[in-house]
């Protein structure tokens, strides 16, 4: 059913399995008559992964078509070895454009057609997909004579310029003295001195950059406080036999509690949420626990969900993460956060285990849902914690020395090639870099050849790190003379997606080269004796960035497991990496503009990458290059882990306070100015999100989609507008409401309920009469009528004095032009 999302495929048989069978001696019949010939362009053949000749393509060859196994990824990893880089699903719709972009990193892969949008337009965007590409496109067969090729006009445009400014220190001495230094050695004409002073310069700069960069996690005490949920309404979802400790807690403290059992959880299970005031999901004890949140906040995503852990977080040294699976709620969870903050409240991490009363720890737990002031909470024997982010400067002169053989997973992608070049250059002595595609990676050659030109062995090999039995293979034959002594874990993909669109599946995948490829690792060099196991996070766990939930997921589960392993003994540190320029998965532009619009920035690699000599010192650290004075959606999801960063606490103290003077200049103003007042505060903000210069460039009238908005850009003016209103919105709001003009209208519906509706439009009369009487000249005809009727108009209104004459009657009698604008102004309370 449609509804469902899925439909019934109108045969009776399975294909690619044995009951395709019963139809061979019919299918012979009806393709008997075929005669194939050879064709001119070469067929790859998803039958036989390999060239075919297509006069063989007969009946029989469908026959086992239909029968046989599909071997699609085989054929489109043998185009990629084979140089092809442009990929075209001719299609009605776009099926498998997906898998083929997860064959490579600098593919162009396209459709031609879509679903429901079929026609000439839809093909014209097609074609234009492939062009900006760098496909070569005849667009004179389309075009025919009417073509022709256009110059760019030489002229500024609208004199805005749309390339970044470059930012260049220009007061001051550099680093410490050394410009007043490297210019005397210049002016000396010393050049050995030169050499030294720039190489200082350049590792006092890095230095100074990871100092920015770094940042570790922290928890703070925060003040006992009572909770009082009494009369309101609670879910409580968890697994069957669990979770009555939680609905105990919960009705203690005055509430409803409605109970729902987590295994049968899924969007469509799920009841309506009524007049939930909020819903306690206890998560699961394994992978499967991201997928059951992922489903719960998808189907409630206006009812603040609190998701509760057990030792999924470790609140100082004295204590061990314990259940890393859980790992991934907490990366999860701060993306739900980020892109539907009406439909979360938080997360709170209980101990395994506790000297205290059960009674205790609700009553905590409880006074934690109250207040909704924290969202990222440890409940311990000895107290409440909050989640802290605070900078962590180097503090230890050395770090990592490299030696023997390090194993570099992805390491012909181009983060594994940066780590690879500072391992040789801090001493390791061999490499073998794992990666899908081994030699046949682009660039792999020529990488093997740097390295080994800087005197280090090479070993490349094409494996699937998370299959245990080819990663035996591989560790079984490092050489003795060079044993392993690290692991660096950079491999990695990604698949984004707002969380409307994501799945399971979505999950898993994204999952699998992160999760099971570590796991695997771990589990095979385990008692290697290794000095360091580096796993390759990403800051999007721990900032919630919108549209890569199964990403942060993946990553929060690399973190919580480090820091478990570390407890336990093992050398393993997990790096959340902020983005690094030019390199990785995000050397693309639509994740670039993400970042930007983010406020983290590209790093350089080369210096980057240096952290990892000090990362070894801790389970965890993020090494991320934010400008939070461009992370207002942070605010959204509650500032309180931010406040111990002062740059941040100042960012989300600001944003309050404008959100509130907004709402109050709101509340203050006329009801016939709100329309416009609502209506540029909608355009201001789509223009933040788009990277406009003003709102002046975003049409009111225009659709969303035409002005450049996108699920997740939709999601990030959703989230704008429920700051600054205080409403909570759905996550489809933009496309709901499709143009600013048609947004704005619902919006100021909102924000005046329980208003006199027929008070609205009269009123908004009444500016727009302002507004024009104002633009009219002086001596104009017209507006010596209106001001004349203006006048009858507020004689007849007032109340008549004793004489029988209105007060206001008599003041507007003697009255001119411009005193009627000021009465209508001042008198009228209308600006």
Known sequence: HADDGVRRIAVDYASHSAQVEAIEQRLAGDLAGLKPVSGRVPLYSTLDAKIVDTAGLDGAYWYRNLREQVRFAEVIESLVAAGHRTFVEVSAHPVLAMAVEQAGEDLTVTGTLRRDDGGRNRWLRSLATAHVAGVKVDWTVWLGDAGRVMDLPTYAFQRERFW???????????????????????????????????????QRQARSALDRWRYRVTWSSLPERSGDLLGAEWAVLAAEGSGDDVAAGLTSAGAHVVRIDLDQVSERQLPEAGSLAGAVVVAGEGRECAAQLLAIA???????????????VSVGEHESVVNAWQGQVWGLGRVIGSEQPGGWGGLIDLPV??????????????????????????????????????????????????SGTILVTGGTGALGAQVSRWLVDRGAEHLVLVSRRGM??????????????????????????????????????????????????TAGVLDDGVLGSMTPQRLDGVAAPKVD????????????????????????????????????????????Y???????????????????????????????????RAGVGAMDPAVAVTALEHALGEGYVAVADVDWGRVQELGAAGGAWLTDLPDAKAVVTDLADKD?????????????????????????????????????????????????????????????????????????????????????????????QGEPAEELPLLAQFDTLQSRLAALDADSELRTTLVARIRGLAASLDKPRGNGTSALAEKLNVADRDEILEFIENDLGLS
């Open 660 to 752: 509130s003077s907004w709402a109050k200049g709101l509340r203050g103003a006329s009801a016939g100015r709100r329309a416009s007042m609502v209506l540029a505060m909608v355009r201001q903000q789509a223009a933040v999100v788009l990277g406009h210069t003003g709102a002046g460039r975003v049409d009111e009238n225009a659709a969303f989609r035409s002005l450049g908005f996108d699920s997740l850009t939709a999601v990030e003016l959703r989230n704008r507008l429920a700051t600054v209103t205080g409403l909570s919105l759905p996550a489809g709001l933009v496309f709901d409401h499709p143009t600013p003009a048609a947004l704005s209208e619902h919006l100021l519906g909102e924000l005046v």
């Open 353 to 402: 285990e506790s000297d205290v009363s059960q009674e205790t720890l609700w009553q905590r737990c409880c006074s934690v849902l109250a207040a909704g002031d924290e969202n990222q909470v440890a409940v311990r024997a000895d107290g409440v914690y909050g989640m802290r982010l605070q900078r962590a400067p180097i503090v230890v002169a050395e770090g990592w020395q490299p």
């Open 298 to 312: 998808q189907a409630w995503s206006s009812v603040p969900l609190w998701v509760l852990t057990r030792g999924a």
């Open 562 to 596: 480090a820091q478990m392993r570390r407890a336990q003994g093992a050398p393993m540190v997990s790096v959340a990496w902020g983005a690094w320029e030019g390199a990785g998965l995000a050397d693309t532009e639509l994740v670039q503009s993400r970042h930007r």
């Open 440 to 489: 046949a990676a682009p660039g792999a050659k020529e990488l093997v050849a740097e390295l080994s030109a800087a005197g280090a062995g090479v070993e490349v090999v094409a494996c699937d790190v998370a299959d245990r039995d080819a990663m035996a293979e591989v560790l079984a034959v490092v050489p003795e003379q060079f044993p392993l002594t690290g692991v660096v874990h």
């Open 517 to 560: 490829a570590m796991l695997t690792l771990d589990e095979l060099t385990m008692d290697m004796g290794l000095q360091a196991f580096v796993v390759f996070s990403s800051a999007a766990a721990l900032l919630g960035s919108p549209g890569q939930g199964n990403y942060a997921a993946a990553n929060g589960f690399l973190d919580a």
């Open 164 to 202: 970044p400014e470059t930012m260049r220190q220009t007061t001051g001495s550099v680093v410490d003295g050394l410009d007043v230094e490297f210019w005397e050695a210049v002016e000396r004409n010393d050049a050995s001195a030169v050499l030294p002073v720039l190489a200082s310069l350049r």
